[in-house]
């Protein structure tokens, strides 16, 4: 008998170790399903192009243009420089502020001497219209806003130069909280409440150029300098089994 209930309380421990093992690292997500076609909301492998692959619509690049991706192969990744001129990059909404979403993109930096703008609403980063900010900083951390309170959370320095990496952004209201992992590995977790849909009369959000106010008729611009590829936007929070498939996806 009592070997009969060491067997049962065995298999007990085992089956709670599974589940706790089982859970989703960043949030307890336990779902282990895998759909990376399930709530895309706009899709560029910037394979040669600037197509959205879930739209089929050409967004224009201004002044960036096409190199080699994390496999060497030419032509397959977003470039984008400092130029001097008034902008490049793209007109396109991270979807941060609003309730529930996940981004993820690979980058690879030239260089860390000054701010990498990703997607920054309108022309500012530091004036009246900062919300909905994400951008590197030149001490190799990545700092997210997406209201108008002072809350900016910031990861550690885990943002290397001229070295391709996969970063996922997401954030759920319902949740309360807004993850960033980078290849794969949670590196900031802070509190998320937020529904702070941008508004469509405003200047649309830009990705790979922003403008510093710094006084009356006074600025200067920031570009991001390096290589972005495969951009992917969720209206929904990716689970670690998608995070994971996408990495992998990606290296096959």
């Known amino acids: 008998m009592k070997s009969y209930r060491y067997f049962v309380w065995l298999l007990n421990v085992l089956f709670v ?4 093992n089982s ?3 960043g949030n307890g997500d336990m779902d282990p399903v895998v759909d990376l076609d399930s709530g895309l909301v706009y899709y560029f492998p910037f394979s040669g ?3 959205d692959q ?8 201004k002044e960036a243009t096409f190199g080699t991706d994390r496999f060497n192969v030419p032509n397959k990744a977003l470039k984008m420089i400092n130029n001097g001129l008034s902008e490049q990059g793209m007109d396109m909404g991270a979807g941060l502020g609003e309730a529930e979403g996940s981004l993820a993109f690979w980058i690879n930096l030239d260089d860390l001497e000054k ?10 980063h530091n004036f009246s219209a900062r919300e909905y900010n994400m951008y590197i900083n030149p001490d190799s951390t990545m700092t997210l806003y ?3 309170e002072d809350i900016w959370p910031t990861t550690p320095k885990v943002i290397k130069c001229q070295q391709w990496q996969h970063i996922v952004v997401r954030w759920s209201k319902n949740k309360s909280v807004l993850e960033v992992l980078v290849d794969g590995n949670v590196v900031l977790t802070n509190n998320y409440q937020s529904d702070r849909i941008l508004d469509p009369q405003e200047p649309p959000q830009k990705m790979g150029y922003s ?8 600025g200067s611009s920031n570009y991001f300098r390096g290589r972005i590829d495969e951009i ?14 996408l990495i992998d996806q990606n290296q096959t």
């Open 232 to 245: 992917r936007r969720y209206n929904r929070w990716l689970r670690d089994a998608e995070v994971d498939a």
């Open 17 to 20: 170790a599974l589940l706790i």
């Open 23 to 25: 859970c989703d690292k």
């Open 54 to 61: 879930v739209s089929d619509e050409t967004y224009d690049i």
């Open 49 to 51: 192009n600037s197509i």
């Open 211 to 218: 403008y510093n106010y710094e006084g009356s008729h006074t």
């Open 115 to 124: 701010l990498h703008p990703l997607f920054i609403k309108a022309y500012f």
């Open 146 to 148: 997406w209201t108008n």
